[in-house]
């Protein structure tokens, strides 16, 4: 049970995930309405900096707002991203996947929320949107049909029409990733879905943007690795020098010359069929396709006598 709501009070690793992903690195520009929220300014960078606890205290607030929904599929939750970089698509429909809720990701049609005669016309109970600055069609639609609003706002943000504003750093790639997470976490929690004491097991990874041109670059590189590793095994090469050859000069200094002579007369003549079955001495043993280095006289000569077939074939269809 919550005692004073010490079960919603952050810990030292959610401040310290929440200082890696810059989530308290603001703009250099500051809104009159998210000036309650800066903590101080640097001086060397002029980037002005939030204050965790009150990021913290409203990112809770939206989680119990969120949760008081009954349907989930009535929570929208909207990323367009029409003027920069798509950083918050991934983190929202991961969002909507955990928590059950409607994702619009990408494009927002206008009238979607005020004109009837859309098929996409939807009626939600409340508006979660990434950047007001970059969804400003549907909050400003959203205020035409009385639809609460809660944002994640940065310094430079306005809060016109915003109900609920989660101060923290919505242009981060990290940053804006982590906070969708946390907020994840904690309407589960509050659902009772997993528990408070331990760790939940979905990583944060997966709310990460990821860009499909570097994610092809890095799976191409990837198959090309494991390309070269596979054909280093198995594949001879020119400088390769044969054991057999190796060994030649050894078995030549310990014979004596003059049983040369006798030993090649004592033995008798190979025969053509023998000769063909049996491979080249001084050629290994490989498992070559056809064309190799490596291949028997038998193994030349079926290939040579179905080449030749082949084109026999060919003549007499032509002909």
Request: hydrophobic content about 35%; some cysteine; charged content about 25%.
């Amino acid at each position: 049970m919550c005692i004073r709501g010490r079960c919603m009070k952050y810990t030292s690793d959610d401040i310290t995930m929440l200082l890696a992903a810059h989530c308290h690195l603001g703009t250099k520009n500051l809104n009159r309405s998210m000036a309650s929220y800066v903590w101080k300014r640097n001086a060397d960078t002029g980037i002005h900096i939030f204050d965790l606890k009150k990021t913290w205290a409203k990112l809770m607030l939206a989680a119990r707002i969120l949760v008081t929904i009954e349907n989930p599929k009535d929570i929208v939750v909207v990323a367009t991203q029409s003027g920069g970089a798509p950083y918050a698509q991934r983190a929202v429909l991961k969002f909507a996947k955990y928590i059950g809720a409607t994702a619009l990701a990408g494009r927002f049609t206008p009238g979607s929320f005020t004109n009837q005669i859309q098929k996409k016309f939807m009626e939600p109970r409340i508006l979660l949107s990434a950047d007001p600055i970059k969804d400003h069609q549907p909050i400003t639609e959203a205020s035409y049909a009385n639809i609460p609003v809660i944002a994640f706002a940065d310094t430079d943000t306005p809060l016109r029409y915003v109900d609920c504003a989660i101060p923290c750093n919505n242009k981060g790639k990290y940053s804006i990733a982590l906070m969708f997470w946390l907020l994840t976490r904690e309407v589960l929690r509050l659902r009772d879905q997993i528990p408070r004491e331990k760790q939940w097991e979905e990583p944060v990874d997966l709310f990460i943007y990821r860009d499909p041109d570097e994610q092809e670059k890095q799976d191409k590189e990837a198959e090309e690795k494991d390309g070269w590793e596979q054909g280093g095994h198995g594949v001879a090469t020119v400088g390769d020098v044969p054991q057999d050859k190796q060994q030649q000069p050894s078995t030549s200094t310990t014979t004596p010359p003059a049983q040369q002579p006798a030993t090649t007369a004592t033995t008798p003549p190979a025969t053509t069929a023998t000769a063909a079955a049996t491979p080249h001495p001084e050629l290994p043993q490989t498992d070559l396709p056809q064309g190799g280095w490596a291949q028997t006289d038998q193994q030349r000569h079926a290939r040579r006598h179905s080449l030749l077939q082949k084109k026999a074939e060919y003549c007499s269809v032509l002909t």
